[in-house]
Every structure is written in C-alpha cells, then in structure tokens.
C-alpha cells in the first residue's frame, strides 16, 4: 500500500506542481512550448505506468459494502461521465492548449453547460469509482485522478486569462465551472442541436458496451455485478 500511496502523491504533485504553475512557465521559457509538451507528456506518462502498477500490487483494503441500488445508480451517472467526454470531442474546446490564441466568440454546444466537459467527466468516473470500490486503494488511486481534475479547471482558467484575456472575458460571461450554472443564471442557453445526436449516441454505445462485455474483459469484473 506504501507503494501506491507514493504513486498517487508523485502523480498529484506532477499534475499540480508543474502544470499551470509559474514552474511551467519557468520551463516553457527555457525549453520552448513544443519540448516542454513532449517532456511532460512522457513525464505524464511514466506517472501513470507507476500509479497503474502500485494499484495492481496494493491489496485491497474494503472500507465499506456499496448498497446494489447505489451501484446502480452510479452505473448510470458514468453515462453522463460518456456523454461529456463526447461532448468534449466533439466540439472546439476555447479552453484547450490551442484555444489559447483563439478569438473570442460565444460558446457553443457542451460548453453553454460547462466549460470543462472533459474535466468533469473524468471527475465523475473517479468519483463513481470511488464510492462503488469502497476500498483504501481504490479511494487512493481513483481518487489521485479525481484531485488532479478538479484543481485542473481553476488552474486551466487561471492560465487561460493570462494569455488570452478576451477570450477568457467571454468564457467568464457566458459559462460555468459547474454544469448547467451559467444557463441557470441565465447567463446561457442549453442548445441541443448544437451538441446533435452522434456524440450522446456514441457514448451511449459505449457505455452499454462497457456493461456488457468490455469492463469485464479489461478488468475482470462487470459493473452489474452484485
């Protein structure tokens, strides 16, 4: 267990301690922006091999049972996990490295609901994973993931502002962190058509490909399982 709670300190302290940070910018300036991408990608890299192999060999450590109908409902949040992180996909994300050089204009799509749709979809599946493990290393390791996505949207808007203040005026005014918090205001608009039918129903596929046969191949066990 040791192992691994090494593991998720160096991942959390890579994630947070470079990314985002002035250590990032101190980097990009010795080393230009396309290297340090490439260094912090293989660093990214190696983090997660290591957290991946210290979960493997932590044993399991049950702290609670997970009630069935809570498991269940858990299944279906991680649907909204799929349909986010297609919906991250599949539209131009303002947010994004590259994003940073773009113009201002209005938001569109799954960014009138937040502004982080990839972001909270991985904080979902750690969360869900989190509660339906009940277990030391799973909160260990699922839980590393879900820190480093949570502090990622302060720290990519945060970021964002420094370089591209027009574009972070217009993403302030009109989206949210939180999802649905900027149409509730009445700051925005939900669009459906904007967001169309292939992302949601392609995540719709693969969720229910994942709770039929592809969780279970991948690691053994099945999210309808009891």
Do not use: C
């Not at 569109?108 to 904080?123: C, K, Y």
């Not at 030391?136 to 502002?161: E, H, N, R, Y």
């Not at 719709?204 to 009891?226: D, E, K, Q």
Request: proline share 5%; glycine share 10%.
């Amino acid at each position: 267990m040791s192992l691994l709670v090494i593991a998720a300190i160096v991942w959390i302290a890579v994630h947070t301690g470079i990314a985002g940070t002035g250590l990032r910018g101190a980097l990009v300036r010795r080393y230009g922006e396309a290297r340090f991408r490439v260094l912090f990608s293989t660093l990214s890299i190696a983090t997660l091999v290591f957290l991946i192999v210290a979960y493997r060999r932590a044993p399991v450590v049950p702290v609670w049972i997970t009630p069935r109908g809570l498991r269940d409902f858990l299944v279906l949040i991680m649907l909204i996990a799929f349909v986010l992180f297609a919906g991250a996909l599949s539209g131009r994300n303002p947010t994004s490295v590259g994003g940073e050089s773009a113009p201002p204009e209005p938001a569109r799509g799954m960014q009138r609901v937040t502004r982080h749709p990839m972001l909270w979809s991985f904080t979902l599946w750690a969360g869900v994973h989190m509660i339906a493990l009940g277990t030391a290393d799973g909160f260990l390791f699922f839980g590393a993931f879900l820190i480093t996505a949570l502090w990622g949207m302060p720290s990519i808007d945060a970021k964002l502002k420094e370089k591209n203040a027009a574009l972070w005026a217009e993403l302030a005014r009109s989206t949210s962190v939180i999802p649905f918090g900027a149409i509730v205001a009445g700051r925005n608009r939900f669009v459906a058509s904007e967001i169309g039918w292939v992302g949601p129903v392609a995540a719709l596929v693969v969720w229910i490909a994942f709770l039929g046969f592809i969780h279970r191949y991948l690691f053994g066990v099945s999210p309808l399982s009891g």
